[in-house]
């Protein structure tokens, strides 16, 4: 079982729509969760961090983190042509030294005008 | 601001060849990390150079070497590639180890191994 699931999609939706991507992991010493978009033929760039539990805001982006169920989730608000792009989760934990981030597979999301 | 530069960006090996994939950023940062990115698997790191001066092996370092040759530069050889080594590889650089300060990724060099 992988550390980090993440459905590979691809989604598609509608200009405008609210998306909702998501990740699931096993490891509860995770605590930092993170969200990167790769565009085609690009790195991953960080958009968006969170620490331990509960939501954070930024523009038309929201990360979500619930370590209950040890479930992340990026909402996307009205959506672009501009959004298509694969999301990466990644996650770490907060042990002293050397921590590698654990990264999801990806979604592929497309959002069509 | 040229960020994290990756060279070659495509590259094409007979299985034994070698070959080394440079990464240069001009950041200032302090760690350096190559991953690989293949369908399903997500990216995977290789090595890491916590500093300059430094290096150590990440979750798939077997087949691989790197030398920190600066605080600027990584590079990453294939000492003899075999196809199981095709992939997207990845560079990335960060200012430390804080959980908070983001790794910046180059765009990747392409390399197929035939």
């Known amino acids: 079982q992988k550390e980090v699931e993440q459905d590979p999609g691809p989604l598609s939706v509608p200009e405008g729509a609210i998306v909702s991507l998501n990740c699931t992991y096993s490891n509860s010493a995770f605590q930092y969760f993170m969200w990167y978009r790769q565009y085609s033929r690009k790195g991953p760039e960080l958009l968006m961090y969170?620490?331990?539990?509960g939501n954070k805001e930024d523009g038309r982006f929201t990360a979500q983190v619930d370590k209950s169920s040890k479930y992340i989730s990026l909402f996307i608000r009205d959506s672009q042509p501009s959004d298509s792009a694969t999301y990466l989760c990644a996650m770490k934990g907060v042990n002293t030294g050397f921590q590698k981030l654990v990264f999801g597979t990806g979604t592929r999301l497309l959002v069509s005008p | 601001n040229a960020g994290v530069t990756q060279t070659p960006k495509f590259q094409v090996l007979k299985t034994g060849q070698s070959m080394t994939l440079q990464c240069a950023q001009d950041m200032n940062h302090n760690s350096m990390y190559w991953y690989r990115q293949d369908p399903g698997m997500g990216l995977r790191l290789i090595y890491y150079s916590a500093s300059e001066g430094t290096t150590d092996k990440g979750e798939v370092p077997n087949g691989y070497n790197v030398s920190r040759l600066n605080k600027r530069e990584f590079s990453l050889r294939l000492e003899s590639a075999a196809p199981s080594q095709t992939s997207v590889y990845f560079c990335?650089?960060?200012?430390?180890?804080?959980?908070?300060?983001?790794?910046?990724f180059g765009d990747g060099t392409r390399l197929s191994i035939l």
């Open positions: 990335a650089s960060r200012s430390g180890f804080a959980a908070t300060q983001p790794q910046h």
């Open positions: 969170t620490y331990s539990s």
